[in-house]
């Protein structure tokens, strides 16, 4: 049926307060998320603060014909979910949408340095795979992959998919909800508010479901959180623009990031800075991160952690008594402990400590989360590496196409797996001492292709230099000198920091995030480094397959803690289980057993109406804890 009033919308809509006059004074220019180049551009017709006023009214409608509560865009203080489905209605609404064009921002296909965009008429002639409704990244100069034909619909999905094509969805919504089998599903998944869902003729589409928003952060990874943020935002890009005497009207750059996906940084060119200065500064001076590389996309973090923080993760691992953390020689894999003869450090693990805890939180904010989620990372990894100790160049992204393990690690679809990674690096080596940190699909900064070093030369001239004489002619070990002496590496420093993706923004692996640890040859390196997921990796709503059999991995001082409210307390029939401060699930009397996967040293919090009624702290008391209240 027609959308019945649409027609009058914009005339009737409210005058803006003043508070919202600060959005019509920039233009907004939007990007899908972690790609320089925009998508969309707005202003030669409505005015922001228009086509949010207009988006309220087309929500309420949807969401009081559907049995939802209202939104207000002039609720300077609504929650950033409302906030994220009213920016992304008020962008592409077919009745007063913000962007010119109304079918920008679609889907597109990757490859391993860029993205190349793929509009609807360009799409005659593509695979089947990339022909349609695609969120995919193939690498077309390598065989065909397992994982490219694994994005599960069940026949349900399919029609409902098939429904927004053919009812002419906006490209956009199909860009921010791509579908239960490529969403992964993160404990605030049930704030997301839904979207009507309707065609740019501004019908409804029969047989759709409502759609859910994407999420926006600026170009320095913050997220978007209200209407009143979104203004000062605003007002903050129009100072700047007056401080430089623009010539034209002041640009506010959004990042549009899909349901269920995390922010990445989009890097335009090697040398790029990125001024993090809404973050809280733990030195003197704030966080900023310098491009290193394009392909990878790896980025030096500056002034992010001080000497005395590295010093004390040090003294921790070198203290740490526990079988599970205590240091020892480095294993790999996700399952259980297993030695590997080409990563040859000791590593140690710490998952509590007050700085280890500062350091996490604090690598949660800087990749764009908004809250700390202790379920999508691992515990920090210490590492030390003494002279001729090395770890061959590898992925951190976990290969399991075969499906071997009980955890949906298919991160392009629903399963999780590492994402982005953090590493520290506690120590100064000496001059020429190795134990840089090498990318081998990269090249070295500026460096021309003619210039590039094969590797039968490079190991030609680490030989010739005497470098190669601690290792056994072409052992891995000297195999890795020679690459770390012509391929893009970082040297370590006291208190420096890197970040590197190991996946595209749709979740894909980034073939080209494969590193190692090039060879210590003087000296004692120390480092450490934090795993960053694309989705939870344990507790409720960790993906799992049904088959496969289960070979999860021995994690250190594992609990599964179980809790319940067993009393029928009057005051406690609204009591809600929180991990520290994230929402975990309820506790209503008589509701069944929580089960959570824990550790030593997490805090879980019961509260009732926003304030706390009890802590309790993991300890060593068996494998399977029992909470009550």
């Given at each position: 049926?027609?959308?019945?009033?649409?027609?009058?919308?914009?005339?009737?809509?409210?005058?803006?307060?003043?508070?919202?006059?600060?959005?019509?004074?920039?233009?907004?220019?939007?990007?899908?998320?972690?790609?320089?180049?925009?998508?969309?551009?707005?202003?030669?017709?409505?005015?922001?603060?228009?086509?949010?006023?207009?988006?309220?009214?087309?929500?309420?409608?949807?969401?009081?014909?559907?049995?939802?509560?209202?939104?207000?865009?002039?609720?300077?203080?609504?929650?950033?979910?409302?906030?994220?489905?009213?920016?992304?209605?008020?962008?592409?609404?077919?009745?007063?949408?913000?962007?010119?064009?109304?079918?920008?921002?679609?889907?597109?296909?990757?490859?391993?340095?860029?993205?190349?965009?793929?509009?609807?008429?360009?799409?005659?002639?593509?695979?089947?795979?990339?022909?349609?409704?695609?969120?995919?990244?193939?690498?077309?100069?390598?065989?065909?992959?397992?994982?490219?034909?694994?994005?599960?619909?069940?026949?349900?999905?399919?029609?409902?998919?098939?429904?927004?094509?053919?009812?002419?969805?906006?490209?956009?919504?199909?860009?921010?909800?791509?579908?239960?089998?490529?969403?992964?599903?993160?404990?605030?998944?049930?704030?997301?508010?839904?979207?009507?869902?309707?065609?740019?003729?501004?019908?409804?589409?029969?047989?759709?479901?409502?759609?859910?928003?994407?999420?926006?952060?600026?170009?320095?990874?913050?997220?978007?959180?209200?209407?009143?943020?979104?203004?000062?935002?605003?007002?903050?890009?129009?100072?700047?623009?007056?401080?430089?005497?623009?010539?034209?009207?002041?640009?506010?750059?959004?990042?549009?990031?899909?349901?269920?996906?995390?922010?990445?940084?989009?890097?335009?060119?090697?040398?790029?800075?990125?001024?993090?200065?809404?973050?809280?500064?733990?030195?003197?001076?704030?966080?900023?991160?310098?491009?290193?590389?394009?392909?990878?996309?790896?980025l030096e973090v500056h002034n992010f952690f001080s000497g005395e923080e590295a010093d004390d993760i040090v003294q921790r691992a070198l203290t740490e008594t526990s079988e599970t953390h205590r240091l020892k020689r480095s294993s790999t894999g996700r399952s259980g402990y297993n030695v590997n003869p080409t990563r040859t450090s000791d590593n140690a693990f710490d998952t509590h400590s007050k700085t280890a805890m500062d350091i996490k939180k604090r690598c949660f904010s800087m990749l764009g989360f908004f809250n700390y989620e202790d379920e999508v990372s691992d515990g920090l990894q210490v590492l030390r590496y003494n002279q001729t100790t090395a770890y061959i160049d590898h992925m951190d992204w976990i290969d399991d196409y075969s499906r071997t393990q009980t955890s949906n690690m298919e991160s392009w679809a629903v399963g999780t797996n590492r994402f982005a990674t953090v590493l520290l690096y506690m120590t100064d080596l000496p001059e020429d001492g190795g134990g840089?940190?090498?990318?081998?699909?990269?090249?070295?900064?500026?460096?021309?292709?003619?210039?590039?070093?094969?590797?039968?030369?490079?190991?030609?001239?680490?030989?010739?230099?005497?470098?190669?004489?601690?290792?056994?002619?072409?052992?891995?070990?000297?195999?890795?000198?020679?690459?770390?002496?012509?391929?893009?590496?970082?040297?370590?420093?006291?208190?420096?920091?890197?970040?590197?993706?190991?996946?595209?923004?749709?979740?894909?692996?980034?073939?080209?995030?494969?590193?190692?640890?090039?060879?210590?040859?003087?000296?004692?390196?120390?480092?450490?480094?934090?795993?960053?997921?694309?989705?939870?990796?344990?507790?409720?709503?960790?993906?799992?397959?049904?088959?496969?059999?289960?070979?999860?991995?021995?994690?250190?001082?594992?609990?599964?803690?179980?809790?319940?409210?067993?009393?029928?307390?009057?005051?406690?029939?609204?009591?809600?289980?929180?991990?520290?401060?994230?929402?975990?699930?309820?506790?209503?009397?008589?509701?069944?057993?929580?089960?959570?996967?824990?550790?030593?040293?997490?805090?879980?919090?019961?509260?009732?109406?926003?304030?706390?009624?009890?802590?309790?702290?993991?300890?060593?008391?068996?494998?399977?804890?029992?909470?009550?209240?």
């Amino acid at each position: 049926p027609a959308v019945v009033g649409r027609a009058d919308a914009a005339a009737d809509v409210p005058p803006a307060p003043l508070e919202h006059q600060a959005l019509d004074g920039v233009r907004v220019v939007l990007h899908r998320n972690g790609e320089v180049r925009p998508c969309g551009v707005g202003g030669a017709g409505r005015s922001l603060s228009e086509a949010m006023r207009i988006a309220e009214s087309e929500l309420l409608e949807f969401r009081q014909r559907h049995g939802f509560g209202g939104v207000d865009s002039r609720n300077l203080d609504a929650p950033m979910y409302e906030l994220d489905a009213l920016l992304t209605l008020a962008l592409v609404s077919s009745v007063g949408g913000y962007l010119d064009d109304p079918g920008a921002c679609h889907a597109v296909k990757y490859d391993t340095e860029l993205a190349v965009d793929k509009s609807e008429g360009d799409r005659d002639g593509l695979p089947d795979e990339l022909g349609g409704d695609t969120f995919e990244m193939f690498d077309s100069a390598d065989p065909e992959e397992p994982h490219q034909s694994r994005v599960e619909r069940d026949a349900e999905e399919e029609s409902l998919r098939q429904a927004l094509t053919d009812g002419g969805a906006p490209l956009l919504y199909k860009f921010c909800d791509a579908g239960k089998a490529r969403t992964v599903v993160f404990s605030d998944h049930g704030e997301n508010v839904p979207l009507p869902p309707r065609g740019t003729d501004g019908r409804a589409i029969a047989g759709a479901p409502s759609l859910l928003p994407c999420h926006f952060h600026t170009r320095e990874g913050m997220r978007i959180r209200s209407l009143a943020h979104l203004a000062d935002v605003a007002r903050a890009t129009s100072a700047v623009c007056r401080a430089q005497e623009c010539a034209d009207r002041p640009e506010l750059h959004l990042y549009a990031v899909p349901v269920g996906r995390l922010f990445m940084f989009a890097p335009a060119y090697v040398g790029e800075v990125f001024a993090l200065d809404h973050l809280d500064r733990p030195l003197a001076i704030p966080l900023s991160l310098t491009v290193l590389s394009l392909s990878p996309r790896v980025l030096e973090v500056h002034n992010f952690f001080s000497g005395e923080e590295a010093d004390d993760i040090v003294q921790r691992a070198l203290t740490e008594t526990s079988e599970t953390h205590r240091l020892k020689r480095s294993s790999t894999g996700r399952s259980g402990y297993n030695v590997n003869p080409t990563r040859t450090s000791d590593n140690a693990f710490d998952t509590h400590s007050k700085t280890a805890m500062d350091i996490k939180k604090r690598c949660f904010s800087m990749l764009g989360f908004f809250n700390y989620e202790d379920e999508v990372s691992d515990g920090l990894q210490v590492l030390r590496y003494n002279q001729t100790t090395a770890y061959i160049d590898h992925m951190d992204w976990i290969d399991d196409y075969s499906r071997t393990q009980t955890s949906n690690m298919e991160s392009w679809a629903v399963g999780t797996n590492r994402f982005a990674t953090v590493l520290l690096y506690m120590t100064d080596l000496p001059e020429d001492g190795g134990g840089e940190t090498v990318f081998t699909e990269g090249w070295p900064v500026g460096q021309a292709p003619a210039d590039h070093v094969a590797l039968p030369e490079a190991l030609g001239s680490v030989r010739d230099s005497g470098a190669a004489a601690l290792f056994q002619k072409n052992s891995w070990q000297e195999k890795m000198l020679a690459k770390c002496t012509t391929r893009l590496s970082y040297t370590p420093r006291r208190a420096g920091a890197v970040l590197f993706y190991s996946q595209h923004p749709n979740g894909e692996p980034d073939k080209a995030s494969q590193h190692g640890g090039c060879p210590v040859l003087d000296g004692e390196k120390w480092a450490a480094n934090l795993w960053v997921w694309n989705g939870p990796r344990f507790g409720p709503h960790a993906p799992l397959f049904d088959g496969g059999e289960n070979k999860d991995e021995e994690l250190p001082n594992a609990v599964t803690g179980q809790f319940q409210n067993v009393k029928k307390i009057p005051a406690l029939d609204r009591a809600q289980l929180f991990f520290e401060d994230t929402f975990w699930g309820n506790m209503y009397p008589g509701d069944p057993v929580l089960g959570v996967n824990t550790f030593w040293g997490h805090r879980w919090n019961v509260k009732v109406d926003g304030k706390i009624y009890k802590t309790w702290v993991i300890g060593d008391n068996g494998k399977t804890q029992r909470f009550t209240i």
